[in-house]
Structures are given as structure tokens and as C-alpha cells.
């Protein structure tokens, strides 16, 4: 997320530098309580990568035997942050050889000397805490070769950055963020000797945060999937720090846990990896299902919707809806337009997809990745469901969503021959004066996929709206279905439908009731850790609405010779971070 250049911001920057360089030279000397233990998950090839003088960060890649990591956070300030974050450190440890241990050492070590006294970069509550936890899980390994003076002064920086982030994190905005500063506290403060009295004042902020920021539901305001599952993971971290060093978990993150775990079931899909939508990623492979099993939670996802997504499960397949407006205000700064997209996955394949987040690839990538023609829904030509505006007072600022939908409906019912979704959402009303539903339907055996598209108005003001639009020509729609990259697509060859082909060896076929025009165009599937946006194609249904009421059938079906199971073992996608 970009930062606004205001003078609040600038002060904020000032001071943060300000109370790291005291941190920095404040004369203060600690040791781990005890040998601590890696809690995060790597990536064995990018450790390999790193090893070899290659640097993928955020889709940029730069390669070079001789380079230091830090010449790249210094040269490339758009991927700073997540070099100082420090998440390198798992891929490094889960290569876990010696030369992969000599980078991590190297790295860690010149960060102190170049940065360690507060004076430079990477000084950022959020930033700070998630490297002191990155620190803290792989100290045996830095350490390890070491002699007893360079202990000291790895731990001393530790003990520095602690005391860093105890002055600093209620400035932090609540969010994710700032619940890495303070379970950045709490790890460090009961890890380190003589850092213990950091932590009551860290653990009472962090039970606030989980009861203000994380509600009834489970959910948070970003709607962000993949910032959910990071934070979930900085909890179970937390709690299980505190029952190592002997203290009871607090009931308020336990609470939170328990809230957080269904909602997160709610949005995985059959592959293992998260619902892509408001700007997260499948996530890592692998971190959903240890963040589930280390929450100790059982509970399944028992409503309609979780964090406004709504999803159906039948057979091998898993279709995840968003059903709810987006975020508004600060917390949209990441949001899309993405109001009743949809994704599908068959198995551990993809099918639908949403484009998913262009932040990573420069700012047009980003803006264009946000608005709806970058989701699997239906649109008004020209016009997203949400509108993004950039704060236009401040330099620099980041894209917000307004004049979002004001009713988005969702209802689930049972029929005889599987459940359906019944879905509206009102964004198009105060332009066009017409309302888009949606109905879903999944058979029972996750075989077949029927969906109905309609434009409709509701009331005689939705009428006389409607006739100024229909005047030129009528409206003009599109309903789009991005395809996974994996998937391979033709045009039957009566051009009415489109038959889908998974690397598993499963054939679906998209057929539609001739209400619209049927192409197949290009796409791209935008994901971290890839150097540029990838390849792909999109189904498109496009046509004129020339009344009240535009209604548009289509459904996606596994064909007959296709077996109920499939072996498959080949892995889905391609890694995943939040930075």
C-alpha cells in the first residue's frame, strides 16, 4: 500500500527515525531465555535462488553472485520493505545448508552494521516486528559457527529493535501491521533475557486489537483473505510463546482464534490455497493448513457467508462468491471491485479465477487489477461496481473505492438437485438504474456449475433512470470468466461453447443459452514471486440490455467420460506472499 506524502506522514517518518536511532545506541545487552524454535515456513527453491545471486521480490528480479540483499532494498524502494521484513530468512533455513546459512549470516550481520543504529532504513513498527520474529525463529541458525562476541552483538540489536518497537507501536495504525509490531514485542520480550517487561503492556494491546479489529464473524475490515491467515498465524505464534514461557493464553486471542479459524475454512478452496480477492493471494503453500492445525480449532463455517464470501462445496469442487460490498474508506486502500465475482476450483485445480492483485507489477497493473473487469462477474461496460478515486489532497495517496454498492444480497437454498446461491448487488442502480443478480447453482456431486445472469430494474425511478441509458443504443454488458493460466481453452466447433482442459486430465465445457455473444480473449493471472503477469484467457458473454430486464444462462459441466476421481499430484500454482 502506498503512503500518503502528507506532513503528517513526514512527521511520523521523522519520529520513527528519531526513536530508532536512540534504540540504537542504547546501551542494553540480553541472550535467548532459551534455544528457540522455527515457527515459519519456507521455500527450498527460493533459498536456492537467493544462494545463486538471484532476487525475486514483488516481481522484480534482479541477479547478480556479487550483490548484497541490501543493495536491492536500497536501489529498488518498492520492494524495501519486504526485504527488511526479513521473510527470506524461511527460504534460507528451509534450504538449510551451509552455504545457505552463510547468505542468512552474512545478510543479518551487514544489516546491523549498516542499519542497526536507527540512522537508515527498515526502522517501521510492522516492519521491525515481523523481522525480530524472523530473527528470533532462525537464531540458532545464524548463530550457529559463531563466536561469543558476535552473539552479543546480534542479540543486542535484537534487545535494540525491542526496545524500538515498545515505544512505538501505538502510533501504528490498527491492522495488520500493527499486530506484527506488538506479537514482535511479546516473541521478543520472552525470548530474550531481561525483555519480559515488555510483554504485559503488548499482550493487553494485542487482546484490544483482537476484540476492536476482529469481529463477531471472524472477520476483518480489509477483507483480505490472505492478511486474515497472517494474522491468524501471528496469534497462534503469540499464544504458543506465552505457553512456552509458562503464562495462560489470553482469553481474548483465544477468542479471536476461535473466530478467525471458520472463516478462513470458509475461504480455502479445494487446492489448499485462499479465495484471491481485495488484494491477497493464494497464500503460500502449506501456511493455511499449519495456521488451521496449530489453532488446536475444530469448528467448521456454519452461516451463509464469512467475512461477506459466500461458498458451495460438492464432490471435487469449491466455488467461492464474493457476496458482500467492498471495504470503504482507508480500509479500501487495497480493495477491488469485485462485488459477486466468483471463483471454481475442481480438485487441485483451478478453473475461474479472479485476476488477482497487479500491486506487485507497477501502479497501472495495480489500479487496473482493482476494477471489475478484472473479476469473474458481470458489468456494465465502461463502469465498475465500485468506482476508484484517488484522494486527490494528497500526494501520493493511495486509490479508495467509493460510491460502492449500498445492498448486496446473498441466500442460500437446497434443491433437489444440489444448493444454489441467489445474489444481487445494487452498484449499477444510481447510473443506470439497474440491479445485477446472480444465481449459482452446484449439483450435488460438484459435477456441473448453472449460473444466471440478470439486469433488472426495481422500482418506476429505476425505470426512468434506465430509459436516459437505453436511449443511445441500449446498455452495453459483459459477463467474464478468467481462466487459471493451466487451463487450456478452445472454442467447440460450433463457436457456442468453450471446452476447458485441466492439467489433471479433466474436461469441463462452457456452454450459455444464445441470450450473448460467446468469445474467448486474453487474460492474465497476476501473482507474487512471478516476474511479470502471466498468460491466460477469459470466457466472455457480451451484449446490448435493450429493456427492463436482461437475463443471460450459462453453465460450466465436467463432461461425461471425465472419472469422479482424478490422481493428481502435480502442484497447483506457484507460491505466494504478503508483504
Same mark, same amino acid.
Given at each position: 500500500?502506498?503512503?500518503?506524502?502528507?506532513?503528517?506522514?513526514?512527521?511520523?517518518?521523522?519520529?520513527?527515525?528519531?526513536?530508532?536511532?536512540?534504540? *540504537?545506541?542504547?546501551?542494553?545487552?540480553?541472550?535467548?531465555?532459551?534455544?528457540?524454535?522455527?515457527?515459519?515456513?519456507?521455500?527450498?527453491?527460493?533459498?536456492?535462488?537467493?544462494?545463486?545471486?538471484?532476487?525475486?521480490?514483488?516481481?522484480?528480479?534482479?541477479?547478480?553472485?556479487?550483490?548484497?540483499?541490501?543493495?536491492?532494498?536500497?536501489?529498488?524502494?518498492?520492494?524495501?520493505?519486504?526485504?527488511?521484513?526479513?521473510?527470506?530468512?524461511?527460504?534460507?533455513?528451509?534450504?538449510?545448508?551451509?552455504?545457505?546459512?552463510?547468505?542468512?549470516?552474512?545478510?543479518?550481520?551487514?544489516?546491523?552494521?549498516?542499519?542497526?543504529?536507527?540512522?537508515?532504513?527498515?526502522?517501521?513498527?510492522?516492519?521491525?516486528?515481523?523481522?525480530?520474529?524472523?530473527?528470533?525463529?532462525?537464531?540458532?541458525?545464524?548463530?550457529?559457527?559463531?563466536? @561469543?562476541?558476535?552473539?552479543?552483538?546480534?542479540?543486542?540489536?535484537?534487545?535494540?529493535?525491542?526496545?524500538?518497537?515498545?515505544?512505538?507501536?501505538?502510533? =501504528?495504525?490498527?491492522?495488520?501491521?500493527?499486530?506484527?509490531?506488538?506479537?514482535?514485542?511479546?516473541?521478543?520480550?520472552?525470548?530474550?533475557?531481561?525483555?519480559?517487561?515488555?510483554?504485559?503492556?503488548?499482550?493487553?494491546?494485542?487482546?484490544?486489537?483482537?476484540?476492536?479489529?476482529?469481529?463477531?464473524?471472524?472477520?476483518?475490515?480489509? @477483507?483480505?483473505?490472505?492478511?486474515?491467515?497472517?494474522?491468524?498465524?501471528?496469534?497462534?505464534?503469540?499464544? #504458543?510463546?506465552?505457553?512456552?514461557? *509458562?503464562?495462560? =493464553?489470553?482469553?481474548?486471542?483465544?477468542?479471536?482464534? #476461535?473466530?478467525?479459524?471458520?472463516?478462513?475454512?470458509?475461504? @480455502?478452496?479445494?487446492?489448499?490455497?485462499?479465495?484471491?480477492?481485495?488484494?491477497?493471494?493464494?497464500?503460500?503453500?502449506?501456511?493455511?493448513?499449519?495456521?488451521?492445525?496449530?489453532?488446536?480449532?475444530?469448528?467448521?463455517?456454519? =452461516?451463509?457467508?464469512?467475512?461477506?464470501?459466500?461458498?458451495?462445496?460438492?464432490?471435487?469442487?469449491?466455488?467461492?462468491?464474493?457476496?458482500?460490498?467492498?471495504?470503504?474508506?482507508?480500509?479500501?486502500?487495497?480493495?477491488?471491485?469485485?462485488?459477486? *465475482?466468483?471463483?471454481?476450483?475442481?480438485?487441485?485445480?483451478?478453473?475461474?479465477?479472479?485476476?488477482?492483485?497487479?500491486?506487485?507489477?507497477?501502479?497501472?497493473?495495480?489500479?487496473?487489477?482493482?476494477?471489475?473487469?478484472?473479476?469473474?462477474? &458481470?458489468?456494465?461496460?465502461?463502469v465498475s461496481s465500485s468506482h476508484l478515486a484517488r484522494t486527490k489532497r494528497i500526494i501520493g495517496g493511495p486509490d479508495l473505492l467509493t460510491?460502492?454498492? =449500498?445492498?448486496?444480497?446473498?441466500?442460500?437454498?437446497?434443491?433437489?438437485?444440489?444448493?444454489?446461491?441467489?445474489?444481487?448487488?445494487?452498484?449499477?442502480?444510481?447510473?443506470?438504474?439497474?440491479?445485477?443478480?446472480?444465481?449459482?447453482?452446484?449439483?450435488?456431486?460438484?459435477?456441473?456449475?448453472?449460473?444466471?445472469?440478470?439486469?433488472?430494474?426495481?422500482?418506476?425511478?429505476?425505470?426512468?433512470?434506465?430509459?436516459?441509458?437505453?436511449?443511445?443504443?441500449?446498455?452495453?454488458?459483459?459477463?467474464?470468466?478468467?481462466?487459471?493460466?493451466?487451463?487450456?481453452?478452445?472454442?467447440?466447433?460450433?463457436? #457456442?461453447?468453450?471446452?476447458?482442459?485441466?492439467?489433471?486430465?479433466?474436461?469441463?465445457?462452457?456452454?450459455?443459452?444464445?441470450?450473448?455473444?460467446?468469445?474467448?480473449?486474453?487474460?492474465?493471472?497476476?501473482?507474487?514471486?512471478?516476474?511479470?503477469?502471466?498468460?491466460?484467457?477469459?470466457?466472455?458473454?457480451?451484449?446490448?440490455? &435493450?429493456?427492463?430486464?436482461?437475463?443471460?444462462?450459462?453453465?460450466?459441466?465436467?463432461?461425461?467420460?471425465?472419472?469422479?476421481?482424478?490422481?493428481?499430484?502435480?502442484?497447483?500454482?506457484?507460491?505466494?506472499?504478503?508483504?
Amino acid at each position: 500500500m502506498s503512503q500518503a506524502n502528507t506532513w503528517q506522514h513526514r512527521r511520523l517518518r521523522f519520529m520513527h527515525r528519531v526513536h530508532a536511532r536512540r534504540a *540504537g545506541r542504547a546501551k542494553v545487552a540480553t541472550a535467548f531465555v532459551s534455544a528457540p524454535e522455527p515457527r515459519t515456513i519456507g521455500v527450498v527453491e527460493r533459498g536456492q535462488q537467493l544462494t545463486t545471486g538471484a532476487f525475486l521480490f514483488s516481481g522484480l528480479l534482479v541477479e547478480g553472485r556479487n550483490y548484497s540483499i541490501w543493495d536491492i532494498a536500497e536501489k529498488h524502494p518498492k520492494v524495501a520493505d519486504e526485504v527488511h521484513g526479513c521473510g527470506w530468512l524461511d527460504d534460507l533455513a528451509a534450504l538449510g545448508d551451509e552455504k545457505a546459512r552463510n547468505c542468512a549470516q552474512t545478510w543479518v550481520f551487514e544489516w546491523i552494521d549498516r542499519y542497526g543504529n536507527g540512522s537508515h532504513a527498515g526502522w517501521t513498527p510492522g516492519v521491525t516486528g515481523r523481522r525480530l520474529i524472523r530473527w528470533i525463529n532462525h537464531g540458532m541458525f545464524l548463530l550457529r559457527g559463531q563466536d @561469543r562476541s558476535t552473539a552479543y552483538y546480534f542479540h543486542q540489536s535484537l534487545a535494540r529493535q525491542t526496545l524500538f518497537l515498545s515505544r512505538r507501536w501505538p502510533i =501504528t495504525a490498527p491492522g495488520l501491521r500493527r499486530f506484527e509490531a506488538l506479537a514482535g514485542i511479546i516473541y521478543a520480550g520472552l525470548s530474550l533475557k531481561d525483555m519480559a517487561h515488555h510483554v504485559p503492556t503488548a499482550v493487553t494491546a494485542l487482546e484490544q486489537d483482537c476484540e476492536t479489529q476482529i469481529d463477531q464473524s471472524g472477520a476483518i475490515a480489509t @477483507r483480505n483473505p490472505q492478511e486474515l491467515l497472517e494474522i491468524l498465524s501471528l496469534l497462534n505464534w503469540t499464544v #504458543k510463546s506465552l505457553a512456552d514461557a *509458562g503464562h495462560a =493464553t489470553p482469553p481474548a486471542l483465544e477468542s479471536a482464534i #476461535k473466530r478467525i479459524v471458520p472463516t478462513l475454512r470458509a475461504l @480455502r478452496h479445494a487446492d489448499g490455497g485462499l479465495a484471491r480477492f481485495h488484494g491477497g493471494g493464494r497464500g503460500l503453500d502449506g501456511r493455511l493448513d499449519a495456521a488451521l492445525a496449530a489453532s488446536g480449532v475444530k469448528d467448521m463455517p456454519g =452461516t451463509v457467508t464469512h467475512m461477506g464470501f459466500a461458498r458451495l462445496v460438492a464432490g471435487r469442487s469449491t466455488l467461492i462468491v464474493d457476496a458482500a460490498a467492498p471495504p470503504t474508506g482507508h480500509h479500501s486502500a487495497d480493495a477491488h471491485a469485485s462485488t459477486l *465475482g466468483l471463483e471454481l476450483t475442481s480438485g487441485r485445480r483451478p478453473i475461474i479465477v479472479n485476476c488477482g492483485s497487479g500491486a506487485r507489477f507497477g501502479e497501472d497493473w495495480r489500479r487496473a487489477s482493482r476494477a471489475t473487469p478484472s473479476h469473474s462477474t &458481470m458489468m456494465i461496460e465502461g463502469v465498475s461496481s465500485s468506482h476508484l478515486a484517488r484522494t486527490k489532497r494528497i500526494i501520493g495517496g493511495p486509490d479508495l473505492l467509493t460510491e460502492v454498492p =449500498t445492498r448486496v444480497q446473498c441466500n442460500m437454498t437446497a434443491t433437489s438437485t444440489g444448493r444454489a446461491l441467489e445474489l444481487s448487488q445494487n452498484g449499477y442502480q444510481p447510473s443506470h438504474g439497474l440491479t445485477h443478480a446472480r444465481i449459482l447453482l452446484l449439483s450435488i456431486d460438484g459435477r456441473t456449475l448453472e449460473g444466471e445472469d440478470l439486469l433488472t430494474t426495481l422500482t418506476p425511478d429505476d425505470e426512468t433512470i434506465c430509459d436516459q441509458a437505453l436511449a443511445i443504443a441500449g446498455i452495453p454488458y459483459v459477463i467474464r470468466f478468467h481462466l487459471h493460466p493451466d487451463v487450456a481453452a478452445s472454442l467447440a466447433a460450433d463457436a #457456442k461453447s468453450v471446452v476447458l482442459t485441466l492439467k489433471s486430465g479433466e474436461v469441463w465445457l462452457f456452454q450459455h443459452d444464445s441470450a450473448a455473444n460467446l468469445s474467448l480473449t486474453a487474460s492474465v493471472y497476476l501473482q507474487n514471486g512471478q516476474l511479470k503477469p502471466i498468460a491466460a484467457q477469459q470466457v466472455v458473454l457480451s451484449g446490448r440490455a &435493450m429493456a427492463y430486464a436482461t437475463r443471460v444462462r450459462w453453465s460450466l459441466a465436467k463432461s461425461h467420460d471425465t472419472p469422479t476421481a482424478v490422481r493428481d499430484l502435480a502442484q497447483a500454482d506457484p507460491t505466494d506472499t504478503i508483504d
